[in-house]
């Protein structure tokens, strides 16, 4: 069931707000009208739902019934987005404050970790689809989980509208398109380092694939299947847990990158990093993770208008616009 099919917002968005309102309603609404004409009757459902009951969580539904007043709803239900708005401000207060005092939220606590960990991990674990994947949030900055479906084409294939792609090329060319802040960063692209390059060379020579990660196969003759974001982030954070031997997530990693960073650098190369993860400057201070003994992982790694990410980004490499 789609229920924003004429909303002026990413896929991404799209699928998350369906899945988060198609979750709510089978907790027991007949259907989306009555879900927002009766906040406190849908809150109750959902307090007793089998959902982790944070503010976290929480602010996904809530986002999504306010995304579907404001672009899809019939006039009659347009007046009830103020009393959904004043739900939704309430449930991320907390989460405001995490933010602003550089807090991991309590869903977040324990996932730290720090970056030369994760620049160990990748660097020791055998070739593979582990290393690949912790690869792809290393050897660039890390996105959000936006690999969830990604294409790989040969130069001669046709350029798919709104999708996430990598052309392979004599370079290979990373394009995101479809990402949570593409309405107001249009597009990520990436000429893959030749260390990324040279892994995924490898992983598709071991299984040759139409798509970055696919679901798992018992066979190589069996179809390949991509990804949902759900999926996805799922799939990714049971591998990195297993890795690293604690539970900790792809959000994990974006915060532990982000607390390598000199924010004493140029705004320019601090600017060409956060456009890169989809965000900006001022977010990416916001990523940074502080305990009583500083940020976490910290070890500045940006500075003198070089772009240095202990080896996991070009060593060396000089910025450019659009990277």
């Given amino acids: 069931m789609d229920y924003f099919p004429t909303a002026t917002l990413s896929q991404t968005s799209k699928k998350a707000y369906n899945t988060h ?77 995490h933010y602003e005092n550089q807090e991991p939220t309590e869903q977040q606590k324990g996932t ?22 912790i690869a792809f949030y290393s050897d660039i900055p890390p996105v959000r989980a936006d690999y969830n479906s990604t294409m790989l084409l040969k130069p001669t294939d046709q350029i798919p509208e709104g999708m996430n792609y990598i052309i392979l090329d004599s370079e290979f060319k990373l394009v995101i398109q479809e990402f949570k802040t593409q309405k107001k960063y249009k597009t990520i692209e990436h000429i893959l380092p030749e260390r990324l390059k040279k892994e995924l060379e490898e992983s598709l020579k071991a299984e040759p694939r139409s798509w970055l990660f696919i679901k798992r196969r018992e066979s190589l003759s069996n ?42 650098s140029s705004l320019r190369d601090l600017n060409v990093i956060a456009r890169s993860m989809g965000h900006s400057v001022g977010m990416s201070r916001g990523y940074v993770w502080r305990t009583s003994d500083g940020p976490v992982g ?22 450019e616009k659009g990277i």
């Fill in 21 to 97: 309102i198609i979750r709510w309603l089978s907790f027991g609404l007949p259907n989306l009208e009555e879900l927002v004409k009766d906040p406190t009757k849908a809150l109750d459902l959902l307090k007793k739902a089998p959902v982790k009951q944070t503010n976290y969580v929480y602010h996904g539904y809530y986002s999504a019934v306010v995304a579907y007043i404001t672009h899809e709803a019939p006039a009659p239900l347009k007046e009830f987005k103020k009393e959904w708005e004043e739900l939704q401000r309430a449930n991320h207060r907390p989460l405001g404050e």
């Fill in 112 to 133: 730290a970790v720090d970056w030369k960990e994760v620049l160990k991990a990748r660097d020791e674990l055998p070739a593979g689809i582990e290393r690949l994947l």
């Fill in 223 to 264: 179809p390949e299947q991509e990804m949902s974001p759900g999926e996805y982030s799922n799939w990714a954070n049971r591998i990195l847990t297993r890795v690293f031997g604690k539970r900790t997530t792809l959000t994990a990693l974006r915060h532990s990158f982000t607390s390598t960073l000199d924010f004493n």
């Fill in 298 to 319: 910290s070890n500045p790694v940006v500075g003198s208008g070089v772009l240095k990410v202990n080896h996991s980004l070009n060593e060396n490499q000089k910025v």
